[in-house]
């Protein structure tokens, strides 16, 4: 499966990774599945709810190490996603002066259901790479393959071979 996005997607969740420095900022992804793969058509950000939730493993974690999406965010995402006939594929996140690999919390938390985990990278405020993880059958993540689109379009039909 290859996740395709569009540039300006890439575009905002680095901007939004560097708005939320020293914090980590996060969002979800919504598309449809076409022909295998994932095709996002847009994206929902949200607040990083961390620091107002009650921390689950209460050991002093703030936002700028964790995300945590709200399910009434969740829950509206979803409801947009399906008053379109998509729905909602993954999530994406910054890992503030991190590299843009999951952590061990993330690996526990942000893949249920196949869902891609986009992660930015911020270093210093300045964000740098984006990568898309989906955990495998041993519910390891691995890279999943990225492709950026210039805009929405039907997978490219392999031309005839002449
Ligand atoms: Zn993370």
């Keep these: 499966m290859v996740l395709h996005l569009l540039a300006e997607h890439i575009r ?29 058509h847009e994206l929902w950000s ?20 964790r995300f945590l999406i709200d399910p009434a965010d969740f ?6 996603a399906v008053r ?4 909602i594929l993954g999530t994406y996140h910054s890992h503030p002066n991190h590299p843009a690999v999951p952590s061990e919390f993330d690996r526990q938390h942000a893949f249920p ?7 930015v990278s911020v270093q210093n405020g300045k964000a740098e790479e984006v990568v898309s993880w989906i955990l495998d059958e041993q519910d390891q993540p691995q890279r999943e393959p990225m492709q950026v689109l210039e805009q929405v379009q039907l997978p490219s039909i392999p031309a005839f071979a002449g």
Excluded: M
């Design 113 to 119: 259901w196949g869902f891609s985990c986009v992660i």
């Design 46 to 65: 949200v607040t990083n709810t961390w620091d107002q939730a009650e921390n689950p493993l209460a050991d002093g974690e703030s936002s700028n190490r």
């Design 75 to 80: 829950k509206r995402a979803n409801d947009h």
């Design 12 to 40: 905002t969740i680095r901007q939004h990774g560097e708005q939320a420095f020293p914090y980590e900022g996060c969002g979800i992804l919504i598309g449809e599945i076409q022909a295998g793969d994932k095709l996002i």
């Design 84 to 87: 379109k006939g998509l729905g």
